[in-house]
């Protein structure tokens, strides 16, 4: 009788020691942040990202948070700026976040030298070139193509230019071509020096 009561005390113990095991898995999961089906790999906290020619710095892009997500984002949180160093003038982009989506099959690639294929930036979005710049809530840059497009409104303003548009814009970076759809709203003088 004894015997049978360590027994059923045993079982007991296991079945309850089981059972708190797989709850806490359940319960333990990773919290997901930013992509609802992906889970972040890799995370980094008030970082700067450099890109080196030749030894010397071409282009840096920083902000607060980003996390690496598998299989083939960065996503990018509060305060991102990137700045292009080769510029003759000055050139930068700022945003609240972004996203940027890489040729990779998993976060080994995605870490490497892998292509970007499409980059999505959003929230209080601001692209400067010189001293002209542009706003708006959200851009979509497309590598292959070298496009830069929005279908939401958009604000160009400069010394010589100040000018909303209710549709959007395009911009051909291979090109410098610059499309804004209107209505249009605005002035411009002096249209020769924005070249």
């Not at 299989?71 to 003759?88: R, V």
């Not at 959200?138 to 939401?152: H, M």
């Amino acid at each position: 009788m004894g015997k049978n009561i360590i027994v059923a005390l045993f079982v007991a113990i296991l079945a309850a020691a089981i059972f708190v095991f797989v709850q806490r898995d359940r319960q333990a999961k990773p919290e997901r942040v930013g992509s609802k089906d992906k889970v972040p790999r890799i995370s980094l906290e008030d970082f700067t990202i450099y890109k080196y020619e030749q030894h010397k710095t071409v282009s840096t892009v920083s902000g607060r948070l980003a996390n690496f997500v598998d299989p083939d984002s960065l996503e990018m949180f509060g305060s991102i700026q990137g700045f292009n160093h080769k510029a003759k003038k000055k050139e930068f982009f700022a945003a609240e976040s972004a996203t940027v989506h890489f040729a990779a099959k998993g976060v080994v690639d995605l870490v490497k030298n892998s292509r970007i294929v499409k980059t999505e930036i959003q929230d209080q979005v601001r692209f400067g070139y010189d001293d002209i710049i542009l706003y708006t809530d959200y851009a979509k840059y497309l590598n292959e193509e070298g496009r830069l497009t929005s279908d939401l409104p958009v604000r160009i303003q400069g010394p010589q230019v100040e000018l909303k548009g209710d549709k959007g814009f395009e911009f051909n970076n291979k090109t410098g071509d610059l499309k804004v759809y209107g209505p249009l709203e605005g002035t411009m003088r002096g249209t020769e020096k924005l070249q």
